[in-house]
T-cell receptor, first 107, second 111 residues
Framework: GIQVEQSPPDLILQEGANSTLRCNFSDSVNNLQWFHQNPWGQLINLFYIPSGTKQNGRLSATTVATERYSLLYISSSQTTDSGVYFCAPREYSTLTFGKGTMLLVSP | SQTIHQWPATLVQPVGSPLSLECTVEGTSNPNLYWYRQAAGRGLQLLFYSVGIGQISSEVPQNLSASRPQDRQFILSSKKLLLSDSGFYLC??????????FGQGTRLTVV
């Protein structure tokens, strides 16, 4: 099956800082999603991004499918951005999750 | 709009007891349905997925089983729980565009 690597595994930021999270995957994929897992465990959809770039407020994502990676940009980080960020490429019918990046934004 | 319901939110069960977790989806028909488990250490592991009633694919051999008795209902079961079955169980659905949406999860502790 597909292998997914996310980096960095942990990230501590001061409020207001910017960051880039990376997701590498080992094989061709049909599409890719980014999720934010909040402290209560719920997975919140951030982006559905098979290729190209999308933006939603302070967050944006870019997927370069031919080079097998995706990036999540967080600008002007806020304490509410804290949590775990997962990328999940889809191969055929299922999503495969990386181990996530745990982000802590301090005031 | 589509919604996904998963219950219970938390569950404490003794070793050897049975398990039944239920997930239902509203507002869509013939969804793909998934069960994932998240153990300590963050990663989500796919347990089962279903593309239709009675069609179940298992990704990992384990002490669990899944059933899909109705189009929008997905059930995760065990006859006898093990300590290693503890974890956070998440149900998800996807439609034709294949974007997946997750329920709020069930935190299972086997004691």
């Amino acid at each position: 099956g597909i292998q997914v690597e996310q980096s960095p595994p942990d990230l501590i930021l001061q409020e207001g800082a910017n960051s880039t999270l990376r997701c590498n995957f080992s094989d061709s994929v049909n599409n890719l999603q980014w999720f934010h897992q909040n402290p209560w465990g719920q997975l919140i959809n951030l982006f559905y991004i098979p290729s190209g770039t999308k933006q939603n407020g302070r967050l944006s994502a870019t997927t370069v499918a031919t080079e097998r990676y995706s990036l999540l940009y967080i600008s002007s980080s806020q304490t509410t951005d804290s949590g775990v960020y997962f990328c999940a490429p889809r191969e055929y019918s299922t999503l495969t999750f990386g181990k996530g990046t745990m982000l802590l934004v301090s005031p | 709009s589509q919604t996904i319901h998963q219950w219970p939110a938390t569950l404490v069960q003794p070793v050897g007891s049975p398990l039944s977790l239920e997930c239902t989806v509203e507002g869509t028909s013939n969804p793909n349905l998934y069960w994932y488990r998240q153990a300590a250490g963050r990663g989500l592991q796919l347990l089962f997925y279903s593309v239709g009633i009675g069609q179940i694919s298992s990704e990992v051999p384990q002490n669990l089983s899944a059933s899909r008795p109705q189009d929008r209902q997905f059930i995760l079961s065990s006859k006898k729980l093990l300590l290693s079955d503890s974890g956070f169980y998440l149900c998800a659905w996807s439609g034709q565009i294949m974007e997946a949406f997750f329920g709020q999860g069930t935190r299972l502790t086997v004691v």
